[in-house]
């Protein structure tokens, strides 16, 4: 079974608006952490945001927000104004069995976001 | 303010050929990994490292082969290399402990082509 589910190949938004990326993850594991990451047309992955499964709120960085549900195993990524620059590969990843020291991520097949203007 | 180097960028190989990426970090890291990034398949797991002297297989293994005999360095081989590893190869590291609970800081990614 897919650990991390990106349903969303591709995505257009126009500049300045707001645009939901979804993710969803499958763990049963009670301690987990979920990232996302963006990755330009230069290839450099760049980290965006973190939740942790025990995390009271929902985690903000600037315009980055993640939406986490936890019963329904989602943790959506949603950008604020977009920008031409947002325009790239995202990815949301997860890593598992936070208490025992593992530390490798799993990683979703990606959206790709295309901002227009 | 390197971070994560890798070398080298590009190579192609021909079909049976062996050659060596090297993954170098410098911000004293405890873990480190080698992921494969192939379209519409996201990023996976090739093999990792809890520190130096030790490795261990992640989700697809065969085929290569790694070591970590000095902390700052983690090397991947591929003894013969087949078309089926064309890919892009990203290395990355983190911390044991952080307040982003180990963030991974990737390279800038290795294309390797096999013909």
């Known amino acids: ?117 | 303010n390197a971070g994560v180097t890798q070398t080298p960028k590009f190579r192609v190989l021909k079909t049976g050929q062996s050659m060596t990426l090297l993954c170098a970090q410098d911000m004293n890291h405890e873990y480190m990994y080698w992921y494969r990034q192939d379209p519409g398949m996201g990023l996976r797991l090739i093999h990792y490292s809890v520190g130096e002297g030790t490795t261990a297989k992640g989700e697809v293994p065969d085929g290569y082969n790694v070591s970590r005999l000095k902390k700052q360095n983690f090397l991947l081989g591929l003894e013969s290399a087949a078309p089926s590893q064309t890919s892009v190869y990203f290395c990355a590291s983190s911390q044991i402990a952080g307040r982003r609970t180990g963030e991974l800081f990737f390279g800038e990614g290795s294309r390797l082509t096999v013909l």
């Open chain 1, 1 to 117: 079974a897919q650990k991390i589910t990106q349903t969303q190949p591709g995505m257009f938004v126009q500049e300045k608006e707001a645009v939901t990326l979804d993710c969803t993850y499958d763990t049963s594991d009670p301690s987990y952490g979920l990232f996302w990451y963006k990755q330009p047309s230069s290839g450099e992955m760049i980290f965006l945001i973190y939740q942790g499964s025990y995390d009271q709120q929902n985690a903000t960085e600037g315009r980055y927000s993640l939406n986490f549900q936890k019963a329904r195993k989602s943790a959506n990524l949603v950008i604020s104004a977009s920008q031409l620059g947002d325009s790239a590969m995202y990815f949301c990843a997860m890593r598992e069995g936070m208490d025992t020291g593992r530390r490798a991520l799993t990683f979703g097949s990606g959206t790709r976001l295309q901002v227009q203007p």
